[in-house]
């Protein structure tokens, strides 16, 4: 459990350096964003018969990265959007 804490965290991390522009997310989601990313990666890997859902392999953590980037994107837009209905 505390090994798939740290690979969400590593995974959201990657994310965010990938994406780019600034990031208004703070640790916790992207942490949060990390784990589901490495979630939909571990669902993609098992898909496909390289590894379980919660295991470590190489198809699985490009996927993670890539669905963690989009995850941001979706997330930024949410947050923008409730920012400028505030105004």
């Known amino acids: 459990m505390i090994g798939f804490i740290i690979a969400g965290l590593i995974i959201g991390a990657l994310a965010r350096l ?12 992207t ?14 890997a098992s898909f496909f018969h390289t590894g379980g859902i919660f295991e470590l392999n190489i198809l699985g953590f490009i996927v993670a990265v890539i669905a963690s980037v989009l995850l941001i994107g979706v997330a930024e837009s949410m947050s923008g959007r409730r920012r400028s209905v505030r105004r």
Do not use: C, F, R
């Open 31 to 44: 942490l949060l964003l990390g784990l589901v990313g490495s979630v939909i990666g571990g669902l993609v």
């Open 18 to 29: 990938i994406k780019p522009g600034k990031q208004n997310l703070g640790l916790l989601a």
